[in-house]
């Protein structure tokens, strides 16, 4: 199986800061890279597919880079409605697999 | 609008068993790939299962293997899994989602979920 390991876990960040989280995958899984954002008693929510790529809807303040087995999330700037925890996930091969989550937290 | 509503939750004793349902609306369900995510209290998002948009392929995520069974029925715009040998570890929010087609070649992300059902497994 294919393990995906996110950092950090948590995060304290202002409204207006620069934020990059960042996901490892166990082996190479090309560009095959999604990130997800939940807030509190919410579904997920697709952010970034394919690792970089834009998802229909969402703001571009969002973006994502990487390949092979390293990928990144990074938010320009802060908003109030960004505070939630993100996940990414392998959609490679199955199992399809998470990695353990990122809290984003206001500072 | 697509929308995915889970039912059938609840609270269940240890090697019971419950049954799930998925109903879409919004899309041609019969054209996608579905899926099961779960999220057990305060932790992060396990995949579950996959099913082919016929029903003739499968996947699980090991620790369900044998105990859950995935499927689907186009005509009702439904999918469902069958959850027997319930262990306190299958504790969850069970979320039904599709998988999107963005890409041609595959690989694609979920790109709606429902709102999740929560099951407890508790004596």
């Known amino acids: 199986d294919i393990q995906m390991t996110q950092s950090p876990s948590s995060l304290s960040a202002s409204v207006g800061d620069r934020v990059t989280i960042t996901c490892r995958a166990s082996q190479s899984i090309s560009s095959s890279l999604n990130w997800y954002q939940q807030t509190p008693g919410k579904a997920p929510k697709v952010l970034i597919y394919?690792?970089?790529s834009l998802q229909s809807g969402v703001p571009s303040r969002f973006s994502g880079s990487g390949s092979g087995t390293d990928f990144t999330l990074t938010i320009s700037s802060l908003q109030p409605e960004d505070f939630a925890t993100y996940y990414c996930q392998q959609s490679y091969s199955f199992p399809i697999t998470f990695g353990q989550g990122t809290r984003l937290e206001i500072k | 609008e697509v929308q995915l509503v889970e039912s059938g939750g609840g609270l269940v004793q240890p090697g019971g068993s419950l049954r799930l349902s998925c109903a879409a609306s919004?899309?041609?369900?019969?054209?996608?790939?579905m899926s099961w995510v779960r999220q057990a209290p305060g932790k992060g998002l396990e995949w579950v299962a996959n099913i082919k948009q016929d029903g003739s392929e499968k996947y699980y995520v090991d620790s369900v293997k044998g105990r859950f069974t995935i499927s689907r029925d186009n005509a009702k715009n439904s999918m469902y899994v069958q959850m027997n040998s319930l262990r306190a570890e299958d504790t969850a929010v069970y979320y039904c989602a599709r998988v999107g087609q963005q890409l041609a070649a595959g690989r694609n992300p979920l790109d709606y979920w429902g709102q999740g059902t929560l099951v407890t497994v508790s004596s």
């Open positions: 394919a690792a970089s």
């Open positions: 919004g899309f041609t369900f019969s054209s996608y790939w």
